[in-house]
């Protein structure tokens, strides 16, 4: 049982202002494992005043001492790998493999690659006669969601930090604990206090009072597209910057020189990662109809690999649970083909779903239009790739997608498609390459260079 009853502000771990606490609890058998304190707005105005008040100093440092900072950070959390992955498995339900690999291992690399950009970024440049500097935005409220708690707080703190800005944390209510990790790999790094601060607690109470705080200039939210728009609502009656990474329903579009076996066993491995709880999730598979029941019987196969409770961990919590149930009987209810999976909990404890695949998904079908994020993946049959690129295209979201193919084809194709980033023929995932969307997928870019340049505001000067 891990309690917390602070918040870390200025520096220093400071109690809550109320003795009112969030608890954690463990979505693989569903007991408790730990508290933290639910954030108030005085909890939230407390750190942004301390964000505010570390602005100058941080702002003014040197790019070269930014980044020894952000690498003590790095090094911080690399010590502390193997808790980071256990804590994930224990709050999120991960696999182990997946939380050391990913879960700990990803944010790490990312948290490198600032290091360097913070020293090699161009903050100054020549432009005719003008002198153009690239300044940070100013104080930064950073809420990040549950699926990837630690990479997510990373992507947008990191390049934070880099660019000069100074930091107010408000972690999912459902993984804290990682949060807090993170608070002590910052102190232990040697942060300026006030550079980073994390409060705890509800989105509605303490997410909300930290979007709408008059002192942020900048809010970076990753989650649901509902919760993004009325983010950008609040920001935008401010005219304040936002950074919002949402939802996505992506395809995976395999055309007729695709390897097919290799295409659907990566694409069914993809949509089953953590546990299908990725915003960047390829659900849709799309397949030429002369080969679509072929892709069928090898998605049932590649499927059948996927055990709750072994490969596939539990989702987040009984809400989540539920949810992508009810999606299942959803297409069931819409006339989908049922080919592996089911609506029926595979274990007595823990919220686990069945990895779910289904067949004769229409483009209209609700599960091929909502975002599930869950285990399921739909398969859809095109005659020509016209009508595979209508379908690839014919959702709100536009966030990621994968092409198979002849490589000349695949990218002829992935450059259609309107998404932020498209993997072709399985192409690796590339931490210094930006990530984020088209459409209602958000606004913004994470990682690499373009994620810093999210936390920059550029001035010139004329001689």
């Given amino acids: 049982m891990k309690a917390h009853d602070a918040m870390y502000i200025g ?31 005085e909890d939230v105005d407390a750190a942004v005043r301390a964000a505010r008040a570390a602005l100058p100093g941080w ?6 001492e930014r980044s020894a900072r952000i690498a003590a950070l790095r090094d911080a959390l690399a010590a502390r790998a193997e808790e980071i992955a256990a804590t994930v498995t224990a709050e999120l339900g991960a696999p182990p493999q997946l939380a050391a690999a990913v879960h700990a291992g990803l944010p790490i690399a990312v948290a490198g690659s600032y290091a360097e950009l913070a020293a090699t970024h161009p903050f100054e440049e020549k432009v005719g006669n003008s002198t153009v500097y690239a300044e940070p935005v100013g104080v930064v409220a950073a809420i990040t969601p549950w699926n990837y708690p630690l990479h997510q707080i990373v992507a947008k703190v990191a390049p934070a930090l880099a660019a000069g800005c100074t930091t107010v944390l408000k972690p999912a209510e459902d993984t804290p604990l990682t949060a807090q990790l993170f608070a002590e790999a910052v102190h232990e790094a040697g942060l300026p206090a006030g550079v980073f601060n994390l409060v705890t607690g509800l989105g509605p109470v303490a997410g909300q009072a930290l979007a709408e705080h008059p002192d942020v200039d900048l809010v970076s939210f990753t989650g649901s597209t509902a ?11 401010a005219v304040k910057r936002v950074a919002l990474e949402l939802g996505g329903k992506s395809a995976n ?38 080969r679509y029941e072929e892709a069928v019987a090898l998605a ?9 409770g072994g490969r596939v961990g539990p989702l987040v919590n ?68 016209e009508e595979a690129l209508a ?28 998404t932020g ?19 209602q997928s958000g606004v913004g870019r994470e990682l690499g260079a373009h994620g810093l340049a999210e936390y920059l505001q550029t001035k010139s000067l004329q001689f």
């Fill in 253 to 290: 579009v395999i055309l007729p020189s695709a390897d097919l076996p290799k295409a659907v066993a990566v694409g069914v491995a993809n949509v089953m990662s953590n546990s299908g709880q990725t915003c960047s999730a390829w659900t849709r598979m799309l397949i030429p109809a002369d």
């Fill in 59 to 64: 702002a003014a440092t040197p790019p070269a």
């Fill in 318 to 385: 009984a809400k989540q649970q539920e949810r992508v149930r009810g999606y299942i009987e959803k297409g069931i209810e819409e006339g989908a083909r049922l080919v592996a999976g089911g609506p029926e909990a595979p274990r007595e404890t823990g919220y686990y779903v069945s990895p779910t695949v289904f067949a004769d998904v229409t483009p209209d079908m609700t599960i091929a239009q909502e975002e599930i994020f869950g285990p399921v993946v739909s398969l859809l049959r095109y005659e020509d790739e």
């Fill in 300 to 308: 049932a196969e590649a499927v059948a690999k996927y055990v709750p």
């Fill in 391 to 418: 379908i690839a295209n014919g959702t709100v979201y536009g966030l990621a997608g994968a092409v198979w193919g002849d490589p000349e084809e695949a990218v002829a194709f992935a450059r259609r498609m309107d």
């Fill in 227 to 237: 919760v993004g728009r009325r983010i950008g609502a609040l920001a935008g009656g």
């Fill in 11 to 41: 520096g220093e771990w400071r109690p809550a202002s109320s003795t009112e606490t969030v608890p954690v609890v463990n979505p693989a058998d569903e007991q408790v494992i730990g508290h933290v304190p639910a954030g108030t707005a």
């Fill in 421 to 439: 980033q498209v993997d072709i023929n399985g192409g690796r995932f590339n931490p210094l390459a930006p990530f984020g969307g088209y459409k």
